[in-house]
């Protein structure tokens, strides 16, 4: 896979296309990425079928009441993020996956955000799919993974044509691998496949549980500072949070703030993060948004507090 958007994609052509027709319903929540969005949408037009919103309070939190109302016979799929890359928020995926289960329902979990931060057990969890890009834990661009339960891949079609996901061709007909090999068509992305590998190695070697208690003790020291800003507003206060955080100053627009923090050294993302759902949940059509991961320092929340200072005292 190249990442998380192309292993959704499959997921959309594949899943989608052999077990959701007209009338049927993909439940998918305010808080996707465009990319768990887009792709339901594209197959919903095909196929005729219906896409369904989990709503948020205004901590940014899942309503669970209303996705329980939201399951019925009609629907095929769950399509969730772990975890929120607009708000940090820590979706309840476990329980989610429970219940879509109870009702025969399948479930695939946008994992892009919690694997840098939190411990994951794709078995565990016990989703059908999960998915991940390398760039988000520290590997190469255009390299990722889709995991899938076992009998789902040997039911389901290739995506793509071409070498390697062949075991005989003629032109009356081709046989394909069984699966993974009949979703890996061409040449791999050796390179990448190596570079993740590294990566995933450098990570387990720190330790992911320690990792989400630093990251977790990092947030709240940042939540602490940022909350003495004059005028700064959180979006996102869920209880349960990774290490994002989301903000505005009202009066300043937020490209300024970034630009400003840029100057100094600090980089943070301005804009609507691929995720206009929540962002408009909200009223607003962007956020000023720093990442705080485990290279983070409390030196670096400090410079961070400082730069906004700087800004609004100017």
Not at 82 to 96: C, D, F, K, M
Not at 177 to 190: L, M, N, R, S
Not at 229 to 255: C, D, H, Q, W, Y
Request: net charge neutral; proline share 5%; with cysteine.
């Amino acid at each position: 896979m190249r990442g998380t958007t192309e292993a959704i994609n499959l997921v959309a052509n594949t899943f989608g296309r052999k077990f959701i027709g007209r009338g049927d319903e993909i439940i998918l929540t305010t808080l996707e990425h465009h990319a768990n969005i887009v792709p339901w949408q594209l197959l919903a037009e095909q196929v005729g079928a219906v896409i369904r919103v989990v709503p948020i309070n205004d901590r940014g939190e899942l309503i669970l009441e209303e996705f329980v109302r939201l399951l019925n016979p009609r629907t095929k799929l769950v399509s969730v993020a772990h975890v929120s890359n607009a708000l940090g928020t820590i979706n309840p995926v476990e329980q989610i996956i429970q219940l879509a289960h109870a009702r025969g329902v399948h479930v695939l979990v946008d994992g892009a955000q919690s694997t840098p931060h939190l411990p994951i057990n794709v078995q565990a969890l016990d989703a059908d799919f999960f998915v991940f890009s390398g760039h988000k834990v520290f590997g190469p661009t255009g390299i990722g993974a889709l995991y899938a339960k076992a009998h789902l891949l040997e039911l389901l079609p290739p995506w793509q044509g071409g070498g390697h996901m062949i075991r005989d061709v003629t032109f009356e007909k081709t046989i394909y691998q069984d699966a993974p090999e009949k979703f890996e068509a061409g040449t791999p992305d050796i390179a990448g496949t190596v570079g993740l590998g590294a990566a995933i190695d450098y990570l387990f070697g720190i330790g992911i549980p320690a990792i989400a208690a630093y990251e977790h003790a990092l947030l709240e020291y940042a939540t602490g500072l940022l909350s003495e800003v004059p005028g700064l507003k959180f979006i996102g206060t869920a209880t349960n949070k990774a290490s994002v955080l989301s903000f505005i100053i009202p009066g300043l627009r937020n490209e300024v703030i970034a630009s400003h923090l840029d100057k100094r050294g600090i980089a943070v993302r301005a804009g609507h993060h691929c995720a206009l759902p929540a962002q408009r949940h909200f009223g607003l059509e962007s956020t000023v948004r720093p990442s705080l991961a485990f290279y983070n320092s409390r030196n670096d929340v400090e410079a961070l507090v400082q730069g906004l200072h700087s800004l609004i005292r100017k």
